[in-house]
């Protein structure tokens, strides 16, 4: 028989078992809720994975591969970057008589290149080298495109579409 001393302490045990037990609960709830953000925004940080297709029709018709947009200071800014593998067919995305631009897929807003007073355009558009990495910037006034957006890039007759900007 259990005395009555001996039913409050099982009594407390199991209660202090319930609490425990609730608090750790609740404690994996928020490390599987902390776990689950910092996946989330780990995924949103780095580009989704290119398409092996998308990768070699850009280095076949175009001879460029590495195609990448990135937001850049503090998002006032987009830099579009790629590598030749090709001068010749690369030649039409530094073809300096054609005007570049990056047009953000959810507005249809469409960015220049800006040409500053003493600096002059911001782009590279000397020509190109095998192996050699090329940038441009775009201006981003307004912040309208943000990191995780979809952007096309069209520089004459060259046309990447659907860029994750990183």
């Known amino acids: 028989m259990v005395s009555a001393r001996h039913g409050v302490r099982l009594a407390g045990l199991l209660a202090a078992g319930l609490l425990l037990s609730t608090?750790?609960?609740s404690a994996a709830s928020a490390g599987d809720a902390a776990a689950s953000v910092a996946a989330t925004s780990q995924r949103a940080t780095h580009a989704a994975p290119r398409s092996r297709r998308g990768e070699a029709y850009y280095a076949m018709i175009y001879g460029v591969d590495q195609l990448q947009v990135r937001s850049v200071s503090s998002g006032?800014?987009?830099?579009?970057r790629y590598r030749v593998l090709d001068p010749g067919?690369?030649?039409v995305l530094n073809d300096q008589r054609a005007t570049p631009y990056l047009i953000d897929q959810k507005?249809?807003?469409r960015l220049t290149v800006p040409t500053m007073e003493k600096v002059g355009t911001l782009r590279q558009v000397a020509d190109p080298e095998p192996g050699r990495e090329y940038w441009m910037l775009f201006a981003n006034s307004g912040k309208v495109v943000k990191p995780g957006q979809r952007v096309d890039i069209v520089i004459g007759a060259f046309h990447a579409s659907s860029l994750l900007v990183e």
């Open 89 to 91: 067919k690369a030649s």
């Open 76 to 80: 006032a800014s987009l830099e579009f």
């Open 23 to 25: 608090f750790a609960g």
């Open 107 to 109: 507005s249809g807003t």
